[in-house]
């Protein structure tokens, strides 16, 4: 039987649990459909999602079609939670966007709908909620047209919208010819011969479909069922299976870490060809770390690694690529899959499966199992906000430190930052009410009462010019038996952190030069004002050391000798300087907003914009109501969304995304307290790191 794993997505509320509770019902998995609201569904498995009725975490469940097996993830909605629906799309044969007939197209749904298109996911469209009051068809058509600017392809129409008895009536209509037509010259040379057979016209769709050039729209509702029969239909006929060669070496993802009753890790991973056993011993990871001990987190652990595996590009002087050390390996110790809407433990599970995997301790979301794969793409935006958590009075640090790096390892994203002068943790989030949550979890999963300073903006500093500086061995004070010199240069935004060598890879081992990228890289997370510098080219410039010392009759003096230390050591202070002579500005980020509301209130409206950093770009009135488009700093979105309603009657909407990074232009630079032992001050560095000022 065909395998076909399908993603659920939506904005908030828009009923995709509703929907998945359906499915599984109508496939005979379950015999009474859960309630969100009574807390009885099926994937939203944890505590907070029964209690706040809303899905935080990924969930798999599989059940059987006529000739496909699906297994059905089921995502969170709530923007706050992207990253989680991040994971899962490398993982999809196919998804449903699902989107209210009430509330129609959200800010949200075109996020998901340019992703699903650039990763060329085939996608169908579920109009959800036709029986609820106020429930639209014209209308959300053309605003799915309009504003997801996708070619659509409308499988049938709905009737008695907004009644209880709203239904939904199949049938392609004429304007399909015309969409598919677009895509297809000879279908077109066929219509215009005269009519299309009915069957060369549903073989274009599913062709066009599985190629992502068009999307079929059904209308229904999850509540009574409307509209689901024929969902389940497109998904047999319209999506692919999966693909994958069962004989072929090993390759797997991993999409999401969780930890089991006893603390063990579990990963789910989607495996793309071979097969994977119980007591396979498999390599997993990038190759670019080693396995660190089940739980443990070194500074930074659960952080964004940007171009984490980039090393010397090929083409320098030296030549090669970065060291690239060996890739932990791990025993599977148990396998399980999803079985009609169950867990079943198995010995094996081949190409297109989705695994439960028991045994990997050091795992981490987007490792590779078996042959390396690509390295995570980042589809959406990073956080952009953080915030300092503030233990209560009877909280102890370790055991919440020890929480953080737990829920650290299930989203990475929250990069966990400790400050060991202040003694304060701090980590990144999409939104209050991701807050919330890690509060809520903390407090329900390990016992902790913690709450939260003010939510501040995350800056990222840019290189403003070119800057170079070296310290010499045994030289000047400086008191590491090393020879570094470094030169930094801007780089175009979203090309990493690239590392070049202008001296000669033999001149000194390997093992020093490595020492000096991955401290460079560590180094550019605090640049001058203490935020990270994600692009800009550093170039090895000089280097040098000090080889193996022994005195006679006797072992290897440390001394005399250098050591990896000593380069970890000597780089941040080398780097710091060059980056000071180079110079750096903090960049903040910044949304694209797209808000409309009533033309009357336009004079209200711009002056609080002006107030709050935005700059409206486009204003166009269309009749009653006017479109303002523009960029407006992201610490600013919410305090935008507390005032809009105020200022339009109630009847303003706002869309809002990041967009990019732009420099700090009002008020003072923000700065970022540092985490490391402060390379800006030498008497202070020297002092935490050698424990003396000068060699």
């Known amino acids: 039987?065909?395998?076909?794993?399908?993603?659920?997505?939506?904005?908030?509320?828009?009923?995709?649990?509703?929907?998945?509770?359906?499915?599984?019902?109508?496939?005979?998995?379950?015999?009474?459909?859960?309630?969100?609201?009574?807390?009885?569904?099926?994937?939203?498995?944890?505590?907070?999602?029964?209690?706040?009725?809303?899905?935080?975490?990924?969930?798999?469940?599989?059940?059987?079609?006529?000739?496909?097996?699906?297994?059905?993830?089921?995502?969170?909605g709530h923007p706050d939670f992207i990253a989680e629906v991040e994971r899962v799309l490398g993982v999809l044969d196919g998804a449903v966007l699902v989107v209210s007939a009430v509330e129609g197209v959200q800010a949200q749904t075109r996020?998901?709908?340019?992703?699903?298109?650039?990763?060329?996911?085939?996608?169908?469209?579920?109009?959800?909620?036709?029986?609820?009051?106020?429930?639209?068809?014209?209308?959300?058509?053309?605003?799915?047209?309009?504003?997801?600017?996708?070619?659509?392809?409308?499988?049938?129409?709905?009737?008695?919208?907004?009644?209880?008895?709203?239904?939904?009536?199949?049938?392609?209509?004429?304007?399909?010819?015309?969409?598919?037509?677009?895509?297809?010259?000879?279908?077109?040379a066929a219509y215009l011969d005269g009519e299309v057979p009915d069957g060369r016209l549903?073989?274009?769709?599913?062709?066009?479909?599985?190629?992502?050039?068009?999307?079929?729209?059904?209308?229904?509702?999850?509540?009574?069922?409307?509209?689901?029969?024929?969902?389940?239909?497109?998904?047999?006929r319209l999506l692919p299976a999966a693909d994958g060669d069962p004989a072929g070496p090993l390759s797997a993802t991993v999409f999401k870490v969780e930890r089991g009753p006893a603390g063990e890790k579990i990963a789910y991973a989607r495996i793309f060809t071979g097969a994977l056993r119980v007591r396979d011993r498999i390599p997993f990871g990038d190759g670019g770390r080693e396995a660190p001990e089940d739980g443990a987190v070194g500074r930074g652990g659960g952080a964004r690694e940007e171009g984490r595996a980039?090393?010397?590009?090929?083409?320098?002087?030296?030549?090669?690529?970065?060291?690239?050390?060996?890739?932990?390996?791990?025993?599977?110790?148990a396998l399980s899959v999803a079985e009609r809407g169950a867990e079943l433990r198995q010995d094996s599970a081949g190409a297109g499966r989705i695994v439960k995997v028991w045994g990997l301790g050091g795992i981490r979301i987007g490792d590779a199992l078996?042959?390396?794969?690509?390295?995570?793409?980042?589809?959406?935006?990073?956080?952009?906000?953080?915030?300092?958590?503030?233990?209560?009075?009877?909280?102890?640090?370790?055991?919440?430190?020890?929480?953080?790096?737990?829920?650290?390892?299930?989203?990475?994203?929250?990069?966990?930052?400790?400050?060991?002068?202040?003694?304060?943790?701090?980590?990144?989030?999409?939104?209050?009410?991701?807050?919330?949550?890690?509060?809520?979890?903390?407090?329900?999963?390990?016992?902790?009462?913690?709450?939260?300073?003010?939510?501040?903006?995350?800056?990222?500093?840019?290189?403003?010019?070119?800057?170079?500086?070296?310290?010499?061995?045994?030289?000047?004070?400086?008191?590491?038996?090393?020879t570094v010199g470094l030169r930094v240069e801007p780089a175009p935004p979203g090309t990493g952190v690239g590392f070049r060598l202008e001296v000669e890879l033999g001149s000194m081992p390997y093992a020093f030069f490595k020492a000096v990228e991955d401290t460079v890289r560590e180094t550019l997370g605090q640049g001058l004002h203490g935020w990270r510098i994600p692009d800009c080219t550093v170039t090895m410039t000089h280097s040098g050391y000090s080889p193996r010392q022994s005195h006679a009759h006797q072992g290897f003096d440390k001394s005399m000798s250098s050591t990896g230390y000593d380069f970890r050591g000597l780089t941040p202070l080398v780097l710091t300087d060059a980056l000071r002579r180079a110079g750096t500005r903090v960049h903040e980020p910044m949304h694209r907003f797209r808000l409309e509301a009533p033309a009357d209130t336009l004079g209200a409206l711009l002056p609080v914009l002006t107030r709050l950093g935005a700059l409206p770009q486009q204003t166009v009135t269309q009749g009653p109501l006017c479109l303002l488009d523009g960029a407006v700093p992201a610490g600013r979105v919410h305090r935008l969304e507390q005032l809009l309603p105020g200022l339009t009657r109630g009847e303003g909407e706002l869309e809002s995304a990041f967009d990019h990074y732009a420099?700090?232009?009002?008020?003072?630079?923000?700065?970022?307290?540092?985490?490391?032992?402060?390379?800006?001050?030498?008497?202070?560095?020297?002092?935490?790191?050698?424990?003396?000022?000068?060699?």
Do not use: W
């Not at 059904?218 to 969902?231: C, E, I, N, W």
């Not at 078996?370 to 995570?376: C, K, L």
């Not at 995350?458 to 500086?469: K, M, Q, Y």
């Open 370 to 482: 078996g042959a390396p794969g690509r390295a995570p793409e980042h589809h959406f935006a990073p956080p952009t906000l953080e915030t300092v958590v503030v233990p209560g009075p009877a909280t102890d640090r370790r055991a919440l430190h020890v929480a953080l790096t737990q829920l650290a390892e299930q989203d990475p994203l929250i990069d966990v930052r400790h400050d060991e002068v202040r003694q304060e943790t701090s980590v990144s989030l999409y939104g209050e009410v991701q807050k919330e949550v890690v509060q809520a979890t903390l407090a329900d999963e390990y016992g902790l009462d913690v709450t939260f300073r003010e939510t501040t903006t995350i800056c990222v500093e840019r290189l403003t010019g070119s800057g170079a500086a070296v310290e010499f061995n045994k030289k000047d004070g400086n008191p590491f038996l090393a």
């Open 111 to 188: 996020v998901l709908m340019r992703t699903l298109r650039r990763l060329r996911i085939p996608t169908l469209v579920f109009v959800n909620k036709i029986d609820r009051r106020g429930a639209r068809h014209e209308a959300v058509l053309a605003q799915l047209a309009r504003r997801l600017a996708v070619p659509l392809v409308p499988m049938g129409r709905p009737v008695a919208l907004g009644t209880r008895a709203a239904r939904f009536e199949p049938g392609l209509g004429p304007g399909a010819v015309d969409v598919l037509a677009d895509h297809d010259d000879a279908l077109l």
């Open 202 to 236: 549903r073989a274009a769709l599913a062709d066009q479909t599985r190629r992502t050039l068009v999307h079929p729209v059904y209308f229904g509702s999850a509540v009574t069922g409307a509209g689901v029969p024929d969902l389940i239909t497109g998904v047999e």
């Open 1 to 76: 039987m065909h395998l076909l794993n399908l993603g659920i997505l939506a904005h908030v509320d828009a009923g995709k649990t509703s929907l998945t509770e359906r499915l599984l019902h109508a496939a005979g998995v379950i015999d009474e459909i859960g309630s969100v609201d009574d807390g009885s569904t099926r994937t939203d498995t944890l505590a907070l999602e029964r209690q706040r009725g809303i899905t935080i975490k990924s969930a798999v469940v599989s059940f059987p079609l006529d000739g496909v097996t699906v297994n059905l993830i089921d995502t969170p």
């Open 310 to 333: 980039v090393g010397v590009r090929e083409g320098d002087r030296a030549g090669g690529g970065g060291v690239q050390a060996g890739r932990p390996e791990g025993r599977v110790t």
């Open 663 to 695: 420099p700090v232009s009002h008020g003072t630079v923000p700065e970022r307290a540092r985490t490391d032992h402060n390379p800006l001050s030498r008497k202070e560095y020297l002092l935490n790191v050698t424990g003396r000022v000068s060699g």
